[in-house]
């Protein structure tokens, strides 16, 4: 009996221990599949571009010995290994060996890897989580339009979530009367909320579902009843910026609006001329006006609109670039690639901090 009773008592022990030993994760993302989990254990895990790493990323700007992970008790210590394009924590380029904390996301060129500490429950949720902003990324993703070849618009793109998954979410589609709605937003804040609330508004937006059959000849008035909707009292205190306009080819006007948004650029033969209204972000306040204007499309006519993600980027020093430092790389009038490349080239070899949208339209 004695024996029996001992027994007993070291089954629960061993399973209390086993429940409560702090575990390692990484989890990589990449587009279109459910995060990949890489278990840390005592040996170290070089990352880098060819065979021989413990993980292999094959992208050109990974380095073949890019960085090193290895857990030091309960801590994982990351270090590069003189890459050519940089390790990133949070955005910042590492110059010495870092601590990771839990969450903490890590960007290797266009990959994002997330480090997660934790008992073996609390990493079952974390990886559930993990997924999940995975799935609302590419279900943001798959409602984007395909790019317009033919026709009096033509339309291309390029979107680049970030890491931690903003609120960018934009479109274009032809209305009864032939007119062409055209729209990019940003909802505040991060992670699943934020773009469920993007994909609430893109919704409405592409089903032309306003309240009360309100028309859709006055892109104020789209905004205001956008703002009515969506109130931030109701939508976990989440507001959301919007350009919103209104293309009519025959009379080759564009009428527009702009909710707490920068502007878009119109580029018409050498001019590039700003398109913005000042009215608040929509969900702040309810019951507002909001102003629109409009602007003649002169033929051959094209017009940029981006997020801030492409320009709000810190600096090494901890200073923020602003829209006045992106603007000049819009004077040539440049096309959805070229636009994202000047963004890269001012964000540098690291992660965007936000997601970046890129719409470029041509009026023929």
């Known amino acids: 009996m004695a024996d029996d009773d001992a027994t007993m008592v070291a089954r629960p022990a061993a399973a209390e221990a086993a429940a409560t030993t702090v575990a390692h994760l990484l989890l990589v993302h990449e587009t279109g599949q459910p995060p990949r989990q890489v278990k840390l254990g005592a040996a170290p895990l070089r990352i880098g571009r060819t065979a021989g790493n413990e993980l292999v990323l094959p992208l050109p700007e990974i380095s073949r010995q890019h960085c090193v992970v290895q857990v030091q008790g309960n801590r994982a210590m990351l270090t590069d290994l003189g890459s050519t394009n940089g390790t990133y924590v949070e955005g910042k380029r590492l110059s010495a060996p870092v601590a990771l904390s839990d969450g903490a996301h890590v960007g290797l060129g266009g990959f994002t890897l997330v480090y997660r500490s934790g008992t073996p429950a609390l990493l079952a949720r974390a990886v559930a989580l993990e997924e999940e902003i995975q799935r ?8 984007l339009p395909p790019p317009l070849r033919e026709g009096p618009v033509r339309a291309e793109w390029r979107f680049v979530p970030s890491a931690s998954l903003g609120g ?43 309240p009360g059959g309100l028309a859709w000849d006055d892109a104020g008035g789209v905004l205001a009843a956008l703002n009515g909707m969506f109130p931030m009292e109701q939508q976990g205190g989440l507001c959301f910026s919007i350009w919103y306009g209104l293309y009519d080819p025959a009379a080759r006007r564009l009428d527009y609006a702009s909710g707490g948004h920068h502007p878009a650029y119109l580029r018409a033969g050498a001019e590039l001329v700003p398109l913005a209204t000042r009215n608040l972000m929509l969900g702040a306040m309810d019951g507002l006006p909001f102003a629109a204007a409009h602007a003649s499309v002169p033929p051959g006519a094209r017009l940029l609109l981006f997020s801030d993600g492409a320009f709000e ?25 070229q636009l994202l490349a000047a963004a890269r080239a001012m964000n540098g070899p690291g992660p965007f901090e936000d997601d970046v949208s890129i719409l470029v339209l041509d009026f023929t």
């Open 136 to 143: 609302a990324s590419d279900y943001v993703q798959a409602l």
């Open 168 to 210: 960018d979410a934009f479109g274009y589609h032809c209305l009864p009367d032939g007119r062409c709605a055209i729209y990019l937003l940003d909802v505040t804040g991060h992670g699943a909320g934020s773009a469920l609330l993007a994909v609430s508004v893109l919704n409405v937006l592409r089903q032309a579902a306003l």
């Open 313 to 337: 980027i810190t600096r090494p020093d901890g200073s923020q670039q602003m829209l006045a430092d992106f603007a000049p790389m819009l004077e040539t009038g440049p096309d959805a690639a």
